[in-house]
């Protein structure tokens, strides 16, 4: 396995105003800026803003990121990386943004400690994910892995017969969605593309899942917990042909130039495989799914 980076969207290049999100009680981000303007808070490492952790994401992403039906963001990552500040003595403080390359681009900028949101941090050599990962692994790091990916192809009931039941029933006439410069776009391009099938591009999951669901696209692949959501809300319009294991892993990502912060962050998150911590919020955000090796 090799470092990588992520599967959901395009690797901006400016930055976009962020949303500060308070997330139980944490309250709103103080501080910021370049990484030599970091406030230190022990003295192994440093963070923007003293005695809080600041994540960067893009979401709605569910089960990763999302907001619960009382408006508080919750989450598997929300959980998981609370639980490890909580480690650190720091206050997890979430930020918001519309465009999800640009994680990466903020934390390598100094205006977030860490960037999260199914973000991949290792894949298989010689993969499409492996190649978009070298990119971002230029201007940040990534911690240890704590998801194995899925991939999930799911297919609009209407405009796809029931007798296809696995990516090799779709055909030239079929459409899928993908996101550019996402590493879910790639692995469509690299299983779907041989079936020949078209491909219409979206800026956002969101506006993909929703064509996917309003009978404008007929197949979208993505990763396997995100969508299963989909296909619980819309049984009767969304329905899954094929699940595949990528060989991809999510992880958080860190600067270059706060290799403490990270390896601080990353002892927190081996913690919680250890003191059970980290089983709780798995099997409660995927109960169906076989708890990852390296957690057991």
């Not at 041989?194 to 309003?214: E, I, N």
């Amino acid at each position: 396995m090799i470092m990588l980076a992520h599967h959901r969207a395009v690797y901006g290049t400016s930055l976009v105003a962020a949303v500060v999100l308070g997330v139980s009680g944490c309250g709103t981000a103080s501080g910021g800026g370049s990484s030599e303007a970091r406030s230190s808070t022990t003295a192994k490492y440093s963070t923007v803003a003293a005695g809080k952790l600041t994540i960067i994401t893009e979401y709605p992403y569910p089960p990763f990121e999302y907001n619960d039906k009382s408006g508080k963001l919750t989450g598997f990552e929300v959980d998981l990386i609370g639980a490890a500040a909580k480690i650190l003595h720091l206050r997890p403080v979430w930020k918001n943004t519309s465009n999800y390359g640009q994680i990466f681009t903020t934390v390598s900028a100094g205006n977030a400690d860490i960037a999260v949101g199914g973000a991949y941090g290792y894949a298989a050599k010689g993969s499409s994910s492996a190649s978009k990962i070298a990119s971002r692994s230029k201007i940040v790091d990534f911690g240890i892995p704590y998801y194995s990916v899925e991939k999930s192809v799911l297919v609009n009931t209407h405009t796809v017969p029931a007798s296809v039941t696995s990516i090799s029933g779709l055909t030239p006439k079929d459409t899928c969605g993908i996101e550019p410069g996402s590493a879910s776009a790639s692995w469509s391009t690299d299983h779907l593309g041989p079936q020949g099938v078209k491909f219409t591009q979206y800026q956002s999951s969101a506006s993909m899942f929703d064509a996917l669901v309003a009978g404008r696209l007929d197949c979208v692949a993505f990763d396997a917990a995100a969508t299963a959501q989909l296909i619980k809300t819309n049984p009767k319009l969304v329905r899954s042909i094929q699940t595949i294991a990528s060989g991809e892993e999510v992880t958080f990502a860190y600067a270059k130039d706060n290799k403490a912060l990270g390896k601080a962050v990353n002892g927190a998150i081996k913690k919680t495989f250890k003191n059970g911590v980290y089983k709780k919020i798995y099997r409660k955000y995927f109960p169906t799914q076989a708890l990852p090796t390296y957690a057991r």
